[in-house]
């Protein structure tokens, strides 16, 4: 005779789902046969009870694939979303996940989509871009777009949305790439400089406060004055 609460919980798959939430606060599978017993328990796990890691591995690879896709077939329509940033992760040498994650008025961020690539070419964020507007992105509303500096990505932006879309170059990854190019001792001035800058409201006044920075700096560097010069003047 079947039990509903024995069916309910095969239905419902707890085991899998404690596996995957215990997997994501970075619980190894090595010890989720010791974080859903107690130490003192009394009772030991049987044969195939479904806690040994290799079960646990491949439970948790089930339902987050089956997470993953309906993330990404998620409805987006009902967001009203005023900025969107795309950045690229570099996961390991030729493996870049580019992601995009979307604010809407109240500041609220909202994570849309994620796809794999070997870099961040023209093909993957555009892709990217083709599936969030198949989820009801509408592409017409003009939004602000926040990019890592990719050439593909800013190119598949303007290709989708338009020439006129407005996008911006996310200033941590700028603030990086100059620090980059100058030696440590400066790292702490440019970067205050590049601060203080961005926090004006005025852009003449920014760019006056820029160049009195790279002349004082460009005296103790002047090897990479050229490069940095050109970065720092497109901030």
């Known amino acids: 005779m079947a039990l509903p ?3 309910t919980a095969q239905a419902e798959d707890w085991l899998g ?3 995957l939430n215990l997997m994501l606060i970075n619980v ?3 010890r ?4 859903v017993r107690l130490p003192e328990g009394d009772i030991p796990a049987s044969d195939g009870a479904g806690v040994s890691k290799s079960a646990v591995s491949r439970r948790f690879v089930a339902l987050s694939a089956v997470r993953m896709s309906q993330w990404m077939a998620a409805d987006l329509s009902k967001l009203d979303l005023i900025v969107i940033q795309i950045d690229g992760i570099q996961i390991e040498t030729d493996l870049v ?3 995009a994650v979307g604010i809407d008025g109240d500041g609220v961020k909202h994570p849309l989509g994620v796809l794999e690539g070997a870099s961040e070419n023209a093909a993957v964020a555009q892709a990217l871009l083709d599936n969030l507007i198949e989820r009801g992105l509408d592409p017409k509303v003009c939004r602000l777009f926040i990019i890592d500096g990719a050439k593909a990505v800013r190119k598949a932006i303007r290709k989708t949305f338009g020439k006129h879309t407005p996008v911006q ?3 941590i990854h700028k603030g990086r790439n100059i620090l980059e190019r100058l030696p440590k001792h400066l790292h702490a001035s440019v970067r ?3 601060r203080q800058a961005w926090e004006l409201d005025d852009a003449e006044k920014a760019e006056r406060l820029i160049a009195i920075s ?3 700096w460009s005296k103790w560097h002047p090897v990479s004055r050229p490069a940095s010069s050109r970065a720092l003047m497109s901030c």
């Open 5 to 7: 609460s024995w069916e």
């Open 17 to 19: 789902r404690w596996a």
């Open 28 to 30: 190894s599978t090595r």
């Open 32 to 35: 989720f046969g010791r974080a």
């Open 97 to 99: 996940l580019l992601a």
């Open 169 to 171: 170059r996310c200033q």
């Open 192 to 194: 205050q400089t590049l």
């Open 214 to 216: 790279r002349a004082g």
